[in-house]
């Protein structure tokens, strides 16, 4: 506007205000009183220029009001206008600049150079002292212990000491302080005013220590800006700023009162960066912006905050009305005053405790206020001025407020930037044109000229003086300093120069991200820490899909809806966790439970949007610190855990999107967290979006954990930039991107990636499998090619890469064993299979290849079979099940058939049982018979032929033992090895398979390379640990990160130093290789088992022996301290000091120590044995095994009884277990056994110590009987903690057997006399008292005689308790089998059974006497009554075993002596005078012996006749009912009363509940035998047969003799094999012997019907036999009658 023009309408005018900044304070506030806005308000227009006496108000801002001057306002009701309009302010800030003046300028921000750095009120002080005690305070109130709360409670706020000492004895700490509010402390017993004063002292100290994000800046008028502009500009506001600052100095002078109001600590937000409308970023609901100020150079933004009123007060128009106003009128400031700025709508400015919160406005459409600034431009400023305008003011910019809990909200802030480039503003003055409004219709509106300016923080209408001198005065002056300010930006903009750049940070981030490796490894485990992302950065997110996430941590509650997480779980598995998940002390089970190592772990630290819970929810920062900082410090304590990942394969990436402002903010106590758990930041990479998140996370971080983080931050290259660079970075992939795998007809599935990581247990075999992958066409592919042939050659295991390079050109096959063909035949025979699943076994010795052949087995069948690993050793059946189902079934709709599963299992724990799972999840049901799953079970043993012959399965094995076939090929194959290795005779493991495994050579390497070593080096010493764990324990290793810890390796991570380079030149006879069990790591052990054993002998050799290693072991602290796999150690260091072996369990021998302890009693002495087993215990004071087995050495090498009955006892304390219950009888019985082999004579004295030997001792065996019923079933030393005991432990009735024969023999031997001894047995059965051995004349006799009588009661238990303990092993061996029965092989139950039939004869011998000498007491008294006949037949029972139910059913393999038991359980059954109380049990036992007579000779005319049976049986059953104790009585009814459709028994009531009778068996037998069902199960001794009567029942012995006789021919198979594989039931005789019933199956049972209301459950035999689904079908099978109940055998369903 050029002076000359016309004057606006007369308007007040402010007077000069400019003044001198070096005027004394007077001065200075006489001129601040002529300032703008200290006139009187504003004169009303005269009617000259108002003709309609309409009230003008100013057009400034600084008037009431402004938005009536638009001729858009629309009308609005309940007003004083004539139209009935209402007048409303323009905006909250339309006021005088008087009026703000009770707003207190931020006067500490001075010159500060980020815009974007929250401004505080002070510097962050080094330290509190107290002037009394100079006591030093840490500088975050939250680190203070409770002294030093106590002493600046009583030093500095002068609380009562009372009230004090009662905060710390209720261990009131800085923590709590800071958390409490008024009434916590009331509840703790402070007073009201106190607890006012604490909070409020509190607040003020957490005011005064909060840290400046950003140093105060010196107030020079000359800065640097951290965009880096260098400016003098800002002398030219620096007078006007320094009057304002003095106009408000004096205003709180006049009101001292508005200085008193402490301002609250207020939670602070990042401004966005100034003219980047593209850059994401939040705002946070309720928390605050900087306070305005002004100017401090031209190219520093200047920042005016606005609210408009809510939308439900005034309609949209209005608002868009308010929007556009104040908008341009900030812009013209901006522009006349030619500094950058920004205003903000959506943030309070009213002046005190709520300046710059920020609110949000709620907006139905962004576009209307665009438009509105598009469409507005030119009302507002003139002509010639409208494109400058568009040129400097930017578009609105929106920022989304989100909620204080991380959740997005409604609500928007409006931003809009002006930026008055010299180039576009030159010189000019920018006047705004505001429009007043008519109070009538069709009146022309009235415009208004207005100049603003920005005066202070505020923007000031230069036109307001109506005085027209003083305005025209105005207008001059103001086109003086608009051509100083135009000259001064033309300065700041030439000499601005922009920031250096910076180190280049694409070589840090990969320097970083790699660890200094060429590329970014799978091997490392990445722990991503992120914010919420903004909706236009996720695209660049999608770098994370490519690294190896062990865990994120998200602090985005949103994030799978529409965040990172969403982006990352489109493609790629990852479980949503929360971090309370992680607070237990059990870290394997949270391994298992949360699918660790197998799939990511999404952790969302500020819980998920729209969970309700309490430990879910999203929080608030203040309430996440109270409530949830505790899960995560407890979360990173166990992610962190050496334990869990060893810290060389840990990176932790932090991605910052927006600026931390606070410095409890929730990442940043997690980086703490992290920080802590590291001890550091070598593991840690920061990606920051920009310059301004990396300064504030760089300062809060220095204040926290004192460190610079500058070196390990990426803050100038975008996310576009670092998502590109990671990816570049990635090793090139070894799997085709597209895997695709076999279906029906020749078909294939595509197999995506996130589903195949669904199935975390199995390894995929794909049918493209290595082909067109990125390796092949990358550069490197040859060294890969070598790396992966030499890894493989040197003994480690073998990948799908070593098949496929074996078909390329010029390659020559992968070398097959001579058993290839036999494996593949059994896997796809000609016939084919029957069975759903079947299982193939291939046994080999360790180191021979058999793993390296299943595998080749599987790469040949890709293409037919759907062929997986189960590569997770923890992984249960069920898992596996499950997973192989889905594979089975993947890509399949409602077709029929599948492609069946080839499924490789390598020295799986449980192969039965697996299969019965497989056959439960995965059968079709609509093809039962077809096969769907095979597994090929790869066993590891030392005798695989003896294996092999004794599994029922089919099978082959291989050993270590070449062909000259196999020789040939691994002789060709080791010249191409020549030709493409530079040392192939390095390749340990490929030679001493093409050795043929000759001792010599494996010697001869050994010593050849360990020549040198140094065994008391690091190196000797972990060879040493190696040889010796590799040597005893089969599958044994160390974890990479523990061997490094050993050899002094440090910080891995940055390959510095590596374990093949320590150990170089021994380091060729180790392997590195991954595991999986509890997690995935690297492990190191020897090439071969056979090298273990040699270098074992090279360090005997230099005088270090067994002992010394296994000392030396147990005294190495680094092995036990917290590391990765340590677990695993410390069971096999256990396993290998106290694991026997035993032929049961395919050992070559039974050895009563571990084979380690035997050769070290063997090669150095019994001394030394003990020596390592005292230090075992020392190392493993917890270990109940060791003290055991150390107790058992001293028991039976040593003699030492009283040491090792210390041992045991001890063992005893720390776990009570059967066995080691046992180990405490042992030890007595051994010592009972020592003393009567060395006393020469009998006394007295050694009776008595042998009595008290023996009581204590069947003390100890009923002890460990009874807490076999108890005993854990998990095998301790099982490392997967799934192996489970296959046997009931009876060694504790075992043990009292021996001992009480042991005794009984001593006992009678103390006496040389025949008639003595005949009277001490009839003394130890009960029929004499003892005073009978009385003989006055031999006093020594006498005194034996007295301790006998002193032992009364315990000798005369001991007859009835052998008769129990006999009882029991009959039960247990008659009625109960063993689950797992391994073929040819000696089980336990065999050898139990030789030893109680031993024992069992020498009780007949002493209490029941011989043949003859029967015969001759009979001859003496040929008159014996009947009750003495029925003892003596009851006696003759008992010698032929058949005096019980279980002894009539073992007589059913003894016919030759079947009429002789009949005939004596006839007599008793007929002539007992006590029948009454033994009628039952004796009617029982009789009803049987009729039938075993049967199976034996059904032609006896002493048979009694088949409805006979059922009327004694009937009898019984009166009396006892259906709750009696015997489940003998209702296996009969099973047996006799079985329902036919032709039966006889209409007449009896009883046969229509043979289903309660079934009912009643199987509770009976459960309450006598539960506690050994996980080991045994019920033995069918009789099936339902084709006829009537007796006839119906056949008993197994006959169908045994008929399967004998029908394969006579086939040695290889033996009855038992028979029976498990099933063939049994193919045989023709069988089927032609055995009735085969009709039934259905219903949810998973098996029902018989007979009549109409007879339906009787039967349980499968096998679990298997029965398919899951619940389907309803019928089935045909055979009944096997147990005392459990009905079994259910050779279940088919009908087709």
């Known amino acids: 506007m050029d002076p000359k023009k016309p004057s606006p309408p007369s308007a007040p005018s402010p007077e000069n205000s400019k003044s001198s900044s070096r005027k004394k304070k007077k001065k200075r506030k006489k001129n601040v009183q ?90 962050v002080p080094g330290r509190l002292t107290t002037k009394e005690e100079d006591k030093v305070f840490p500088l975050i109130m939250e680190d203070w212990t409770k002294e030093d709360v106590r002493h600046w409670l009583i030093t500095h706020l002068r609380i009562s000491p009372k009230v004090a000492q009662n905060l710390y004895d209720q261990e009131t700490s800085g923590a709590c302080l800071v958390s409490f509010e008024k009434q916590d402390l009331i509840e703790l017993g402070v007073s009201l005013a106190p607890a006012l004063q604490i909070l409020r002292q509190v607040e003020r100290f957490n005011r005064r220590s909060e840290p400046s994000a950003q140093p105060q800046e010196s107030q020079e008028i000359k800065s640097v800006t951290d965009s880096g502009f260098y400016s003098e500009s800002a002398s030219v506001l620096h007078e006007g700023r320094y009057v304002f600052e003095e106009q408000i100095t004096d205003h709180f002078d006049e009101h001292p009162q508005i200085q008193s109001l402490s301002p ?137 407020v989100q909620c204080e809990d991380g959740t997005a909200s409604d609500k928007w802030v409006i931003e809009v930037d002006v930026v008055p480039i010299y180039s576009e503003t030159q010189e000019s003055v920018f006047y705004t044109i505001l429009e007043i409004p008519s109070t009538k219709k069709n009146k022309q509106q009235p415009e208004i000229q207005c100049l603003f300016v920005r005066y202070g923080s505020k923007k000031v209408n230069i036109l307001y003086d109506s005085n027209p001198r003083v305005f025209q005065d105005k207008i001059k002056e103001i086109h003086e300093k608009v051509k100083h300010w135009a000259s001064a930006r033309r300065v700041a903009e030439e000499t601005y120069e922009p920031p250096p750049p910076s180190e280049h940070q694409g070589h840090r981030l990969k320097q970083l991200i790699t660890c200094g490796q060429d590329s970014l490894s799978d091997l490392v485990q990445l722990f991503v820490v992120t914010d919420k992302c903004p909706s236009s950065q996720l695209e660049y997110m999608d770098f994370l899909k490519e690294l190896n996430l062990f865990a994120v941590l998200d602090f985005d509650p949103e994030s799978d809806t529409n965040g990172t997480s969403n982006l990352y779980r489109k493609d790629r598995a990852a479980n949503l966790h929360f971090p309370h998940m992680y607070t237990t002390q059990d870290r394997t089970s949270v391994i298992a439970k949360l699918n660790l190592f197998k799939q990511t772990s999404w952790v969302f630290c500020n819980g998920h949007a729209g969970e309700e819970s309490e430990s879910e929810r999203p929080l608030t920062p203040s309430t996440w610190l109270k409530k949830r900082s505790g899960d995560i410090n407890n979360m990173v304590s166990f992610l962190c855990s050496p334990d869990l990942l060893p810290k060389h394969s840990l990176l932790v990436l932090i991605i910052l999107h927006s600026p931390i402002s606070d410095i409890s903010s929730p990442i940043l106590e997690t980086f703490c967290a992290l920080y802590r758990s590291l001890e550091g930041m070598d593991n840690m990479l920061c990606l920051c979006k920009d310059s301004t998140v990396f300064s504030h996370w760089k300062n809060f971080v220095e204040i926290r954990c004192k460190e610079d983080i500058s070196n390990k931050c990426i803050y100038t290259l975008s996310f576009h930039e670092i998502s590109s660079t990671i990816k570049k970075l990635k090793e090139p992939q070894t799997r085709a991107s597209r895997r695709f795998l076999p279906s029906t007809g020749s078909s294939s599935v595509l197999l995506e990636k996130k589903e195949e990581e669904m199935m975390t247990d199995l390894e995929i075999l794909c049918e493209n499998e290595c082909e067109k992958t990125e390796i092949e066409t990358n550069k490197s592919f040859e060294e890969f090619k070598k790396n992966t042939e030499e890894v493989f050659y040197r003994g480690g295991p073998v990948s799908w890469w070593n098949f496929y390079l074996s078909e390329q050109p010029g390659s020559l096959p992968f070398i097959k064993r001579d058993k290839y063909d036999d494996l593949h035949q059994l896997i796809c025979p000609v ?91 995965a059968t079709d049901r609509n093809q039962p018979n077809n096969l769907v799953v095979l597994i090929l079970n790869c066993e590891r043993t030392p005798f695989p032929k003896k294996n092999s012959n004794n599994c029922y399965n089919s099978n082959v094995f291989i050993s270590a033992k070449l062909s000259s076939n196999e020789k040939k090929m691994f002789l060709n194959k080791y010249q191409e090895l020549k030709d493409n290795h530079d040392k192939p005779d390095t390749f340990y493991a490929f030679m001493i398979l093409k050795n043929d495994f000759s001792k010599g050579y494996i010697s001869d390497l050994v010593n050849n390379i360990l020549k040198d070593l140094d065994i008391a080096s690091q190196q000797g010493r972990l060879l040493s640990f190696l040889a010796l764990l590799n040597t005893y324990v089969n599958g044994s290793y160390m974890s990479l990160s523990l061997c490094e810890e050993l050899m002094g390796i440090r910080n891995p991570l940055w390959g510095q130093e590596t374990l093949e380079d320590k150990m170089n030149p021994y380091s060729t006879l180790l392997i590195t290789f991954t595991v999986e069990e509890h997690g995935t790591y690297q492990a190191v052990r020897l090439l071969h088992p056979m090298i273990a054993e040699n270098c074992i002998k090279v360090f005997k050799e230099h005088q270090l022996d067994l002992s010394n290693i296994t000392t030396d072991l147990l005294f190495c602290e680094n092995i036990y301290k917290t590391c990765m796999g340590k677990d695993f150690v410390n069971q096999f260091i256990q396993s290998m000091l106290v694991t026997r072996t035993r032929r049961e369990q395919g050992d070559d ?123 854990e079933q998990n095998d301790p030393f099982d490392r997967h903690g799934r192996k489970v005991r296959t046997g009931y432990n009876t060694s504790g009735y075992l043990g009292e057997t021996e001992v009480i024969i042991m005794l009984l023999d001593f006992i009678t031997e103390l006496f040389s006399d025949r008639h003595k001894r005949d009277n001490m047995l009839q003394v130890l059965r009960g029929h004499q008292p003892v005073s009978i051995l009385s003989f006055h004349s031999d006093p020594e006799i006498n005194a034996i005689v007295n301790v006998l009588k ?44 030789r030893k109680v039939s031993e024992q069992f004869k020498r009780y007949i011998e002493l209490f029941n006497g011989s043949k003859e000498e029967k015969e001759q007491e009979r001859a003496k008294n040929p008159k014996l009554s009947q009750q003495q006949i029925i003892d003596d037949h009851r006696r003759d029972l008992e010698m032929m075993q058949a005096d019980s139910f279980a002894g009539l059913l073992q007589s059913l393999s003894h016919k030759n002596q079947s009429e002789i038991i009949f005939e004596k359980w006839k007599f008793i059954f007929e002539h007992s005078f006590s029948r009454y109380q033994s009628i039952n049990s004796d009617t029982v036992n009789y009803i049987l012996a009729n039938i075993v007579l049967h199976s034996a000779k059904s032609s006896s005319s ?41 039966q006889t028994l209409k007449n009896f009531t009883e046969y229509n509940n043979i289903s309660t009778y079934i009912a009643s068996a199987k509770r009976s037998f459960h309450k006598r035998f539960s506690f050994i069902f996980p080991s045994r199960s019920a033995i069918a001794h009789f099936f339902l047969g084709d006829g009537n009567g007796l006839k119906r029942i056949v008993s197994k012995a006959k169908l045994d ?95």
Request: net charge neutral.
């Open 1601 to 1695: 003799q008929i399967l004998l006789e029908s394969n006579a021919s086939d040695d290889n198979l033996s009855i038992h094999q028979l029976w498990h594989s099933g063939l049994a039931w193919s045989t023709h005789k069988i089927q032609e012997k055995l009735l085969r019933v009709k039934g259905r199956s219903e949810n998973g049972d098996i029902y018989v019907t007979y009549g109409a209301n007879t339906k009787i459950l039967i349980r499968p035999a096998y679990l298997g036999d029965i398919r899951s689904g619940s389907s309803r079908e019928e089935v045909s099978f055979y009944i096997g009658f147990t005392l459990e109940g009905p079994v259910a055998y050779d279940v088919k369903y009908k087709k």
């Open 1502 to 1542: 002493l048979l009694k006749k088949y409805d006979e049976l059922v009327a004694l049986l009937n009898d019984v059953l009166q009396r006892e009912g259906t709750r009696s104790n015997l489940p003998e009585l209702y296996y009969l009814c099973m047996l006799l009363m079985w329902p036919s459709k032709d």
């Open 831 to 921: 016939q084919g299979y029957t069975s759903p699943c079947v299982i193939v076994s291939l046994f080999h010795q360790p180191g021979c290849g058999g793993t390296t052949l299943a595998m080749l087995v599987l790469w040949s069948l890709k293409n037919k079979f759907r062929c997986a690993v189960v590569k997770n050793q923890m992984a249960t059946n069920k898992e596996i099940a499950l997973q192989v189902r889905t594979l089975l079934t993947y890509g399949k709709q409602e077709q029929s058939g599948y492609t069946p599963v080839l499924l490789l299992v390598d020295n799986w724990y449980d192969v039965d049982d697996l299969k019965q799972c497989i056959i439960s999840a």
């Open 1350 to 1393: 002193d032992h009364g009661r315990f000798l005369l238990s001991l007859k009835p308790r052998l008769k129990e303990i006999f009882i029991f092993f009959e039960n247990y061996f008659i009625y109960l089998r063993p689950r797992h029965v391994p073929l040819k092989k000696e089980t336990v139950d065999e050898r139990n059974k």
């Open 264 to 400: 609250v600590k207020r939670a602070m937000c990042v401004l966005r960066p100034f003219d980047k409308s593209n850059t994401p970023v939040f705002y946070t609901e309720h928390h605050f912006l900087p306070a305005v100020a002004g100017p401090s150079n031209l190219l520093e933004p200047v920042h005016e905050y606005q609210f408009l009123p809510d939308s439900d007060k005034i309609s949209q128009r209005e608002a868009l009305f308010e929007f556009t106003n104040e908008m341009f009128c900030f812009a013209a400031s901006c522009m006349n005053s030619r500094t950058n700025g920004t205003i903000h709508f959506g943030v309070k400015d009213e002046p005190g405790q709520e300046h710059g919160r920020i609110i949000g406005h709620k907006i139905s459409s962004r576009s209307l206020y665009s438009e509105a600034f598009e469409s507005h431009v030119s009302k507002y400023f003139e002509q010639q001025h409208i494109k400058s305008a568009r040129m400097c003011i930017r578009p609105p910019v929106f920022v989304q």
């Open 1149 to 1271: 021998k039974t050895t009563l120590f571990s084979p380690l302890i035997e050769n070290i009693q063997k090669e150095e002495g019994f001394d030394k044995a003990k020596e390592v087993l005292e230090r075992a215990i020392d190392r493993f004071d917890r270990s109940a095994t060791l003290p055991q087995a150390l107790a058992r050495h001293m028991c039976l090498n040593e003699k030492d009884f009283d040491s090792a009955l210390k041992w045991a006892l001890d063992a005893q304390s720390k776990r009570s277990n059967s066995y080691i219950a046992d180990t405490v009888g042992q030890v007595y019985k051994s010592h009972l056994k020592k003393l009567i082999e060395d006393y020469k004579e009998s006394s007295a004295e050694s009776l008595e110590e042998c009595l008290q030997l023996a009581s204590k001792a069947v003390s100890a065996f009923k002890d460990s009987q009874e807490l076999a019923k108890k005993d």
């Open 34 to 123: 002529q300032m703008p806005g200290s006139s009187a308000p504003p004169p009303i227009c005269s009617s000259k220029n108002n003709p309609e006496g309409f009230e003008r108000r100013s057009a400034s801002p600084t008037s009431p009001s402004l938005h009536s001057m638009s001729p858009e306002r629309p009308a609005m009701a309940n007003g004083k206008t004539e139209d009935g309009c209402s007048r409303r302010s323009a905006s909250p800030t339309a006021q005088s600049l008087h009026s703000m003046s009770t707003e207190r300028p931020d006067l500490s921000s001075g010159t500060c150079k980020d815009r974007n750095v929250v401004p505080v009120e002070s510097s």
